[in-house]
């Protein structure tokens, strides 16, 4: 028999990322007042890889300007944009960002906007219009080499019927390349997803799982034998039925409580959730640091709260009366609850010797490192089309990508005053029109374990010379930025790779037997990479872990 939990007297967050000052500012609004929330952040600033810098423009070197003042630039070095969706960790996100006072800030990208629609692939020396419609798809299919080959795929899919390799079958999971193959073929794996993937996890479609990123097709596969919705309605009953059936009990109840939060939240605040209609990401006129710098003020007025910089954590430990934090300093502190919302491979550090088993567990969630290169044109309009960037799959030969790039992203058109559609000039983020552009190199390309692997650009010059030379050879952008940044992101994507979901349900299990309750993890390695998720999943583990329930964090993904 498990003993009880003893009442909540102090708590530790281990991280202060987005997930770690989440966690706090919802343990803040649930616990007394008199209990102390102690943070601990590795680095001197929290906020982990979101970080926004305005970087100053000379006067001199904006082009026909002619005037005295210097203007400003916003770069982001990490995450962007928001994405707006029915989804609840969207709405969730949206209430703290109303909650913390931001809605003045908001950069609404609209859904019909050419930010938003345009969507490009680079493939065979051309940046391809992904089709946003019905009629796009007809026009772009013939017109474009990318969709060469792809109709056949499509059509075929459906009658399908071929299993996964053996050994994936017998972990009950499969890579994304795989699946995707064995339901399409190379092109669409090759030409579409691998660059669907780049965008988003940086990462190798031949190594990313099925069941954990794209787990309503892995579903659908299973429960109707094809992966492509079809219209009629006996069979999207049948998907239901067998979908509920093969739903665990407890992800019902989490779903459950939030279809309840997400009707409940929107109907309190409807004026505020009537401006995202329509809306498809929004972004931010001082930055994704924005919210870093209201969760922080936020936090820093509170009494109870401390936030421990340049703090580093080398022991987590079980006792009698609670959890030990020690640290590089050599202090020891026990709490009653800790929260580790660091990176899945530190904690497998802090954890080497006190959970060893756990520690394994944590070793196998991988990430990848990206090198963000922001560069700034004082000429505005200089692209060639207009709309979100362009991705980098990996169907594209070695020899016309060797820069490793993954994707190209169009700041200007994010943040212009009308979305892209180059009719308004101006910007809702710099105090200057420009064209602004980042350039994404790296992830799954610097894995040199791997043969295909090149060793990761961490110097800024070679990297801004390298996103240079890209731009020019893909887009025939010649110009000398006015403005040029590098950030080396180390190890800022965790990779979801086949066996995450039974590794996740390890880590449960272990975290539960090696702390008793007393500790939770949050964060991007286990449930959800993007800004939305880690802060959904870092108020459910904080409102689960006050409700006095025993858990690890995981519950949400049914382990
Ligand atoms: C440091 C680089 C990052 C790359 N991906 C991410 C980061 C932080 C994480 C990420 N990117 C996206 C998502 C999905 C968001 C969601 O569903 O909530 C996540 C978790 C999508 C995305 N990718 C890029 C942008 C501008 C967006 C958001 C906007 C949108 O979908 O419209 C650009 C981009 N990011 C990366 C690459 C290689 C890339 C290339 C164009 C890596």
New binding site residues.
Partial sequence: MTSALRPISSVAVLGGGISGLSTAYYLSRLLPKTVPITIYEASGRVGG?IESTKLQLPAASIDGAGGEKNEDVLFE???????V?KRV??LNMFDLINSLGMADELIV?PKDSA??RN?YIYYKGRINMIPYSLSSILRFYFSQALFRGMLPEVIREPFRRNQPPKEMREQEDETIGSFMNRRFGPRIADRLMSGVI?????GDIYQLSVRSILEYLWKRERTTGSIIPFPFSWNRKQTQKKDEAETPADVNLYEQRGKDYAVQVVDQHRSFFNRLEGA??VSFTKGMQSIINHLEDYLSALPNVTIKRNMSVTELKNVVDGVMVSTATGESHTYSRVFSAMPARKLAEITEFTAPGLSQCLKRIPSVS?N?VNLFFSKPRLLPVTG?????PRAIPRSDNPER?????F?SD?VSKDAGEGKIPGSLQDSVDGTKV?V?LG?HWWDTTKEEGTPAVKDAEEAITNARTLIARQMGVTEEPALAQSTF?ES??PQYVVGHAANLKRIHEAVLGGFGGKVAVVG?SYL??????CVYYSRIAAEDVVAGRRVSGLEASGV
């Fill in positions: 890889y070095h990490g995450p962007r944009t928001l994405r969706s960790s969207s990208v930010a938003a969507r780049h965008g988003i996890y940086a498809s990401v990206v963000v979100f960037g362009y991705l980098l790039a993954l994707g190209v992203v700041d994010t980042t994404m992830g992101q800022c994507i991007a959800g990479v993007s800004v939305n998720d």
